[in-house]
């Protein structure tokens, strides 16, 4: 990854996680707790495709588990959003442009949801079965809904920072493709255009009138 990424991501991350611990995990909300460490990997890796987002989920969970107060074994948070910031990476557009708000939304839903259950899934492998004493439905539900309701503040403000420490790539491209409908725009609407084709016209003319004095020279001399 480049610097700029590195560092762009390093202070997301870190922002992300403390207003994590330091505010939504003090809502005391029913269910699950809005994961902004997670919308964070999710709009990073729409940016920087999918090992871009791998890595950054890898070293986004890893700060996660190791920042207190974790209380479960190191790596298996990271696990799980290195693998969401993949499969997030994988729908990143050629053009780096989303056509809608509607798949990135599919995509929080199915990342709540996965992250969930991937998270459920490895704490019952390494003996974790404080997941069994929640109601899984209603865990499920209440984290795809609080992601889903806090992504519209995030996700977009992250890849905007994202493409803007990357260059602008999607920026740069439309200024080009206004530079080239404003060139054409001046040469359809300026007459510059239509003053080629009339100095086009003009040399035909001048070519044509310069064959009949040829040729008038041609006969004179016949006559003679």
């Given at each position: 990854?480049?610097?700029?990424?590195?560092l762009?991501?390093?202070a997301?991350?870190?922002?992300?996680?403390?207003?994590?611990?330091?505010?939504?995990?003090?809502?005391?909300?029913?269910?699950?707790?809005?994961?902004?460490?997670l919308?964070?990997?999710l709009?990073?890796?729409?940016?920087y495709g999918?090992?871009?987002?791998?890595?950054v989920?890898?070293?986004?969970?890893?700060?996660?588990d190791?920042?207190?107060?974790?209380?479960?074994?190191?790596?298996?948070y990271?696990?799980?959003?290195?693998?969401?910031?993949?499969?997030?990476?994988?729908?990143?557009?050629?053009?780096?442009?989303?056509?809608?708000a509607?798949?990135?939304?599919l995509?929080?839903?199915?990342?709540?949801?996965?992250?969930?259950?991937?998270?459920?899934?490895?704490?019952?492998?390494?003996?974790?079965t404080?997941?069994?004493?929640v109601?899984?439905?209603?865990l499920l539900?209440?984290?795809a809904?609080?992601?889903?309701?806090?992504?519209?503040f995030?996700?977009?403000?992250?890849?905007?920072?994202?493409?803007?420490?990357?260059?602008?790539?999607?920026?740069?491209?439309?200024s080009?493709?206004?530079?080239?409908?404003?060139?054409?725009?001046?040469?359809?609407?300026?007459?510059?255009?239509?003053?080629?084709?009339?100095?086009?016209?003009?040399?035909?003319?001048?070519?044509?009138?310069?064959?009949?004095?040829?040729?008038?020279?041609?006969?004179?001399?016949?006559?003679?």
């Amino acid at each position: 990854m480049r610097v700029n990424r590195i560092l762009l991501s390093g202070a997301l991350v870190v922002v992300a996680l403390v207003i994590q611990v330091s505010v939504l995990a003090r809502l005391h909300l029913p269910g699950a707790v809005p994961d902004l460490m997670l919308l964070t990997v999710l709009g990073l890796a729409m940016v920087y495709g999918h090992v871009g987002g791998a890595l950054v989920g890898f070293g986004a969970g890893l700060l996660a588990d190791l920042a207190p107060p974790a209380d479960h074994a190191a790596g298996r948070y990271a696990l799980v959003l290195c693998v969401v910031g993949y499969f997030a990476g994988l729908i990143k557009p050629e053009n780096g442009r989303l056509k809608s708000a509607t798949g990135p939304m599919l995509v929080v839903v199915a990342a709540a949801i996965g992250s969930t259950l991937l998270y459920a899934g490895v704490g019952a492998l390494v003996g974790d079965t404080a997941a069994r004493h929640v109601g899984m439905t209603s865990l499920l539900i209440t984290a795809a809904l609080y992601d889903l309701l806090l992504a519209p503040f995030v996700v977009p403000g992250v890849m905007a920072l994202a493409r803007r420490a990357d260059g602008d790539p999607l920026t740069e491209a439309n200024s080009g493709g206004k530079a080239d409908i404003s060139s054409g725009w001046i040469s359809s609407g300026t007459g510059m255009r239509i003053g080629g084709q009339r100095s086009g016209l003009g040399a035909l003319k001048a070519k044509a009138r310069t064959r009949n004095v040829r040729v008038g020279r041609i006969k004179g001399v016949k006559r003679l």
